[in-house]
């Protein structure tokens, strides 16, 4: 049981570039999760999903877009990298309706020069 | 949005010593969980404790969600024990948020041989 797995997990792009970081997870679960986390601070939630076909904005979206075509999969688009997406990025997931924690994958550091 | 704090942001113990960290929230939760940060930026989840006590080996958690705070309690304090600690909590205001985590800016703890 792989629980969530994130791809890559180092990254640098240059500014202008886009890129896609993967997330996938094996436990069947309904919801996903695209959280940042910049130096010094706590997680913020960029993106979630509840599931296939069904995605809202969190915190911080601006700069991103995410698809969820299966329930497995949940990746988070960059189009045009910017010196501010600078960040470590978490994937998470959640069983719907469960009294259950949220996993979380080991995150993608990505910097943006 | 509900608001987190953790108290207090830096700690800085002798090996063996006890310690407790503080987790306030601003609003009714129906997740609560205690995160530890690795020096490797993993995110190791410690506890899912939305009510209540809960203990795993010099660790234990204690949620009083009535009076909206979060207790962390680490005894006996080893090296491996350094890192940064992680409170994040899911609301329920009147309806479900999907299990969205807001995190606090959480506490580094340094432990010295």
């Known amino acids: 049981n792989a629980g969530v797995t994130q791809t890559p997990k180092f990254r640098i792009l240059k500014i202008g570039q886009s890129m896609t970081l993967q997330c996938t997870q094996d436990?069947?679960?309904?919801?996903m999760y695209w959280y940042r986390q910049d130096p010094g601070m706590g997680l913020k939630l960029i993106y979630y999903?509840?599931?296939?076909?069904?995605?809202d904005k969190g915190e911080v979206p601006n700069g991103y877009n995410v698809s969820r075509s299966t329930t497995e999969d949940f990746p988070l688009r960059l189009e045009l990298a910017a010196p501010s997406q600078t960040s470590v990025y978490f994937c998470?997931?959640?069983?719907?309706?469960?009294?259950?924690?949220?996993?979380f994958g080991d995150g993608t550091r990505l910097s943006i020069l | 949005g509900i608001q987190v704090e953790q108290s207090p942001p830096d700690l800085i113990l002798q090996e063996g010593a006890n310690s407790t960290l503080r987790c306030n929230f601003s609003d009714s939760v129906n997740n609560l969980q205690w995160f530890h940060q690795n020096p490797w930026g993993q995110l190791i989840n410690l506890f899912y404790?939305?009510?209540g006590t809960k203990q795993n080996g010099r660790l234990s958690a204690t949620t009083v969600a009535t009076e909206r705070y979060s207790l962390l309690y680490i005894s006996s304090s080893q090296t491996t024990d350094s890192g940064v600690y992680f409170c994040?909590?899911?609301?329920?205001?009147?309806?479900?948020?999907?299990?969205?985590?807001?995190f606090g800016q959480g506490t580094i703890l340094t432990v010295h041989p």
């Open positions: 994040a909590v899911a609301s329920l205001p009147g309806g479900t948020s999907y299990g969205k985590l807001t």
């Open positions: 999903s509840v599931g296939a076909g069904i995605t």
């Open positions: 436990m069947n679960h309904n919801y």
């Open positions: 404790i939305p009510s």
């Open positions: 998470a997931s959640l069983e719907s309706g469960s009294n259950q924690p949220q996993h």
